[in-house]
C-alpha cells in the first residue's frame, strides 16, 4: 500500500506568490490533516477533513490558507500571498474514519524569500 | 482547552542506558494519548498509543509508555537504548471526538555509541 504522497518535497517562492502545495492520502483514508512544523512553534494544525467535509480550518491561519479536498484522494494547501514567515515543513496526514493512528506524509520543506 | 508539554527539548545518553522522555497533558475528560518519532530527514511515524486499559502500553521498536492519571503523564520508556533511537520524539493528545491530535513541542533524543 502507498503511503501518504506529498508534492513538491521542496519550494522556493518569492514573498507575495502563490504557492499550491499537493497532498493525495493512503487509499481509503477519510480524514485527512494538514499541519505546519517549525522548530519554535513545532505542530500546528491547519486544517482538518472528514469525507472530504471541512471540519476545521486552523483559527489563525484561515486569512492566506485555504485547504481544499477536490476528492477523496486528492487534497491542495493554497498559501497566498506567501510571507517569509511562512518558511516551514508543510505536512500532510490521514487516518481511517473512527481510528486514531494518523499516517504522516514527508513533508513539503517550503523556504519564501 | 487541552494541551501537551514535553518539558526536556533535548537528551543525550549514552548507548545501553535506559530511557524516559517526559510527557505531561492537560484535559479536562479521558484523552487518547500517543507516541510518533520523527528520524532525521523523514516525517512522523507512530510509536504507540494508549486509549483504555492497561496503563503501560508496548508500541514499535521496543518502546513502552505508562499512562498515569495520577499526574497526568504519559512517559516514553526503552531499555536499552541503541544508537539508532536517535530522533526527536512527539507526545500527542486526542481530546474529545474529532480526531484532532495536539503535539508537544517534541524532544530530541541523542544516543552516543
Known amino acids: 500500500d502507498a503511503g501518504v504522497t506529498q508534492t513538491p518535497r521542496h519550494e522556493v517562492a518569492e514573498k507575495g506568490q502563490t504557492i499550491i502545495l499537493k497532498c493525495e492520502p493512503v487509499?481509503?483514508?477519510?480524514?485527512l490533516f494538514w499541519y505546519r512544523q517549525t522548530k519554535i512553534q513545532g505542530l500546528e494544525l491547519l486544517s482538518y477533513?472528514?469525507?472530504?467535509?471541512?471540519?476545521?480550518d486552523g483559527g489563525a491561519f484561515k486569512d492566506r490558507f485555504k485547504a481544499e479536498m477536490l476528492n477523496s484522494s486528492f487534497s491542495t494547501l493554497k498559501i497566498q500571498p506567501t510571507e517569509p514567515k511562512d518558511s516551514a515543513v508543510y505536512l500532510c496526514?490521514?487516518?481511517?474514519?473512527?481510528?486514531?493512528?494518523?499516517?504522516f506524509g514527508p513533508g513539503t520543506r517550503l523556504l519564501v524569500l | 482547552a487541552q494541551s501537551v508539554d514535553q518539558p526536556d527539548a533535548h537528551v543525550t545518553l549514552y548507548e545501553g542506558a535506559s530511557l524516559e522522555l517526559r510527557c505531561s497533558y492537560s484535559?479536562?475528560?479521558?484523552?487518547?494519548l500517543f507516541w510518533y518519532v520523527q528520524y532525521p530527514g523523514q516525517s512522523l511515524q507512530f510509536l504507540l498509543k494508549?486509549?483504555?486499559?492497561?496503563?503501560v502500553v508496548k508500541g514499535t521498536k521496543g518502546f513502552e509508555a505508562e499512562f498515569r492519571k495520577s499526574n497526568s503523564s504519559f512517559n516514553l520508556k526503552k531499555s536499552p537504548a541503541h544508537w539508532s533511537d536517535s530522533a526527536k520524539y512527539f507526545c500527542?493528545?486526542?481530546?474529545?471526538?474529532?480526531?484532532?491530535?495536539?503535539f508537544g513541542k517534541g524532544t530530541l533524543l541523542t544516543v552516543t555509541p
Open positions: 494508549y486509549i483504555t486499559g492497561d496503563a
Open positions: 500527542a493528545l486526542e481530546g474529545g471526538s474529532n480526531y484532532k491530535l495536539t
Open positions: 484535559y479536562s475528560a479521558a484523552p487518547y
Open positions: 487509499s481509503g483514508h477519510n480524514d
Open positions: 496526514a490521514s487516518s481511517l474514519i473512527n481510528q486514531d493512528t494518523q499516517y
Open positions: 477533513f472528514r469525507s472530504k467535509s471541512l471540519m476545521e
